[in-house]
Antibody, heavy 122, light 108 residues
Framework: QVQLQESGPGLVKPSQTLSLTCTVSRDSIKSGSYYWNWIRQPAGKGLEWIGRIYTNGSTNYNPSLKSRVTISIDTSKNYFSLKLNSVTAADTAIYYC??????????????WGQGTLVTVSS | IVLTQSPGTLSLSPGERATLSCRASQSVSSNYLTWYQHKPGQAPTLLIYSASSRASGIPDRFSGSGSGTDFTLTISRLEPEDFAVYFCQHYGSSPEFTFGPGTKVDIK
């Protein structure tokens, strides 16, 4: 069963770039008609979808973050990545990656990674 | 589209029935309404997709229903492992995905 694991620095300074990687294991990132997502959850708040990438490199971003976000994928190494620049304390959150599937009749994210806490602080 | 979930917290005992609500700010396709379970420190897990279809391996005590703007997740008899946060998700456009704030089901 496919597994996802987030990794990256847990502390980022304000104005710098947050960089995270999601490693996909037990299956190829290219298998099936999936896309790969980043989602975050600030403490005490709801989930916010950041964006997604398909294996062909096509991306969609949340308009509220689009100017600061880049999601990339390395299919040869089975991982995808998130970069969020010009971070502030408001970007402090647990960041999750998740595999997504959409068709005309259904949509789901499964599985998700366990999440990684990123704190923005000097 | 904004998703609102109620109640914020539901305090129940094992064996009781839990009824959780997810309301959309405008009518949405039930095909694109999904429910997840989230336990602290763990990865969220897929429960229900297309408003009423159970994901693989999900016990039949979990059921989903609804259409238009009102959707419900029901847990018929709470097991100890069911105490968690439950959130709904909608797939639409710009942003493509939105989530409800979640309902916490805790032990009374």
């Amino acid at each position: 069963q496919v597994q996802l694991q987030e990794s990256g620095p847990g502390l980022v300074k304000p104005s710098q770039t947050l960089s995270l990687t999601c490693t996909v294991s037990r299956d190829s990132i290219k298998s099936g008609s999936y896309y790969w997502n980043w989602i975050r959850q600030p403490a005490g708040k709801g989930l916010e979808w950041i964006g997604r990438i398909y294996t062909n490199g096509s991306t969609n971003y949340n308009p509220s973050l689009k100017s600061r976000v880049t999601i990339s994928i390395d299919t040869s190494k089975n991982y995808f990545s998130l970069k969020l620049n010009s971070v502030t304390a408001a970007d402090t959150a647990i960041y999750y990656c998740a595999r997504g599937y959409s068709s005309l009749s259904r949509v789901w994210f499964d599985p998700w990674g366990q999440g990684t806490l990123v704190t923005v602080s000097s | 589209i904004v998703l609102t979930q109620s109640p914020g917290t539901l305090s129940l005992s094992p064996g009781e029935r839990a009824t959780l609500s997810c309301r959309a700010s405008q009518s949405v396709s039930s095909n694109y309404l999904t429910w997840y379970q989230h336990k602290p420190g763990q990865a969220p897990t897929l429960l229900i997709y297309s408003a009423s279809s159970r994901a693989s391996g999900i016990p039949d005590r979990f059921s989903g229903s609804g259409s238009g703007t009102d959707f419900t997740l029901t847990i018929s008899r709470l097991e100890p492992e069911d105490f968690a946060v439950y959130f709904c998700q909608h797939y639409g456009s710009s942003p493509e995905f939105t989530f409800g704030p979640g309902t916490k089901v805790d032990i009374k």
